[in-house]
């Protein structure tokens, strides 16, 4: 018992590169306690043999050649062939290898796509309701700084005419240019304050972003 839940790591082999071999492959690259050292089929483009080329994983067509070449701690046959179920049996025969028939490989790969499937149902919806709010807080603020920025605009042309009528009448409009000075100091005090805003809503929208690529990963 404590060589599977302690530190051991223990070897996997898989032969069949399907839809079973994929799983399977996906199963245990992600484990702590486990390292696929190959994946063998015939053809060198099933699925789990191009997924293991992108993972590094050795590949072979030959099982005879990937168990004499990579040997490993449990070998799962997932071809369902019983052909090569024989040939498996009879070339690990004798090693420390553990076969795994490919009826209970595929009880593996069944019961990890059931955890998935509660996976994706216990996130999606959380997630999709948070990225709906983000939405529509992204709205909501996106119209108030238009409305701001409008505001503003108005004032600032306000103090701009008010800076050309004081020039006019020179020492008497003293009064008016020091407001004019005023109001275009807190339009720009307010402009940087939409510019923060805005900065925060670029951040929002890169969650969304994330959101929306993690909802893809489950699905």
Same mark, same amino acid.
């Given at each position: ?10 070897? @996997? ?8 071999? +994929? ?44 168990? +004499? ?28 290898? +553990? ?13 990890? %796509? ?17 990225? %709906?709010? @983000? ?19 108005? @004032? ?7 800076? @050309? ?55």
């Amino acid at each position: 018992m404590s060589d599977w839940y302690g530190t051991k790591n223990h070897s @996997i082999g898989i032969v069949g590169g399907g839809r079973a071999g +994929h799983g399977l492959l996906k199963f245990f690259h992600a484990s702590r306690i486990a390292t696929v050292s190959f994946v063998v089929d015939p053809n060198r483009e099933a699925p789990a043999m191009e997924a293991a080329k992108a993972e590094d994983i050795r590949t072979f067509t030959d099982l005879s050649e990937a168990l +004499h070449r990579a040997p490993c701690d449990i070998v799962f046959e997932v071809t369902g062939n019983e052909e090569a179920s024989s040939e498996l049996g009879r070339l690990v025969a004798g090693t420390s290898a +553990h076969v795994v028939s490919h009826h209970a490989a595929r009880v593996v790969v069944q019961v990890q %796509d059931e955890n998935m499937e509660r996976l994706r149902t216990s996130l999606t919806a959380p997630l999709k309701k948070i990225k %709906d709010e @983000i939405g529509t807080s992204l709205e909501g603020s996106r119209n108030i700084v238009s409305r701001i920025n409008q505001i503003m605009s108005s @004032i600032q042309m306000l103090a701009l005419n008010a800076s @050309i009528e004081a020039a006019k009448v020179g020492v008497h409009g003293k009064g008016f240019m020091v407001v004019a000075d005023h109001m275009t100091k807190s339009v720009e005090s307010v402009r940087n304050l939409t510019r923060e805003i805005e900065n925060m809503n670029g951040n929002l929208t890169q969650v969304s972003d994330q959101i929306d690529s993690a909802l893809e990963h489950l699905n």
